[in-house]
């Protein structure tokens, strides 16, 4: 059974352009969960989606936004990129009743 | 705010010695999590502590929860250079579908030959 997928793994982007992660959860799950872990630091929650609807915004800029799709599957979009929102992007995919989360492996986002 | 508090931040020990890893966390909460990341990489989940009193084991690594002084450890006995990574403590305070966690700053564990 396939685990969290993310991608792309590394991205290098340009402060101000636009960028778009992807992540498809654990078959079942219903539930996705974004996260953002600058280097040395624990991960801090961006985003949690629900069937498809936002059910949790962490301390998050509005140019951060994100969905989630009928497959349960899920897009985070960073506008203006800032060369603070280097870092390692985290989907979590957890079903509903259980309360493990399941964490992809990440995308390695570089601004310069 | 939630805050949720590691130490210690940095460790480093010989193999075979035997260590604590502590967390504190300032609102109340029943559910607490251990996981470890390597380098470059993801988390992965170690434990999940559901409830006071709550103890688990895997390994030489034991997690234990109190929910009344806010407190989990994650013991580490005869320690072996595989267990070199950062551990995070994290703390869900909504539950169910609507999940969320607040994680510690890591402990990076450094095991010596």
């Known amino acids: 059974d396939a685990g969290v997928t993310q991608s792309p793994t590394h991205l290098i982007k340009t402060r101000g352009q636009q960028v778009t992660l992807r992540c498809s959860p654990i078959s079942g ?12 630091q624990g ?21 951060f ?18 060369l603070g929102d280097s870092a390692l992007y985290l989907c979590a995919s957890t079903w509903a ?15 310069v | 705010e939630l ?10 020990m010989q193999e075979g010695k035997n260590y604590t890893i502590y967390c504190n966390y300032s609102t109340t ?4 999590y251990w996981y470890r990341q390597d380098p470059g990489k993801s988390l992965e989940s170690l434990f999940v502590l559901l409830s006071n009193g709550a ?3 895997e390994g030489r690594l034991m997690a234990s929860l109190d ?26 305070l909504s539950g169910g579908s609507n999940y969320k966690l607040t994680f510690g700053k890591g402990t990076l564990l450094t095991v010596n030959p």
Do not use: M
């Not at chain 1, 991960?43 to 140019?63: L, S, T, V």
């Not at chain 1, 936004?65 to 800032?82: C, G």
């Not at chain 2, 805050?3 to 480093?12: G, I, M, Y």
């Open chain 1, 43 to 63: 991960p801090q929650f961006i985003f949690q989606y629900y069937e498809k609807e936002e059910r949790g915004r962490g301390n998050f800029p509005d140019r």
């Open chain 2, 3 to 12: 805050k949720v508090e590691q130490n210690p931040l940095f460790l480093s």
């Open chain 2, 67 to 92: 929910t009344k002084a806010r407190l989990s450890t994650l013991h580490i006995t005869a320690a072996v250079h595989d267990l070199s990574a950062t551990y995070f403590c994290a703390v869900d």
């Open chain 2, 55 to 57: 103890v688990k084991q």
């Open chain 1, 97 to 111: 009743g259980n309360t493990e989360a399941f964490f992809g492996q990440g995308t390695r986002l570089t601004v």
């Open chain 1, 65 to 82: 936004s994100a969905r989630q799709f009928p497959n349960y599957s899920s897009e985070l979009n960073v506008n203006a990129l800032l």
């Open chain 2, 29 to 32: 909460s029943d559910r607490l």
């Open chain 1, 29 to 40: 799950h219903k539930s996705v969960s974004w996260y953002q872990q600058v280097l040395g």
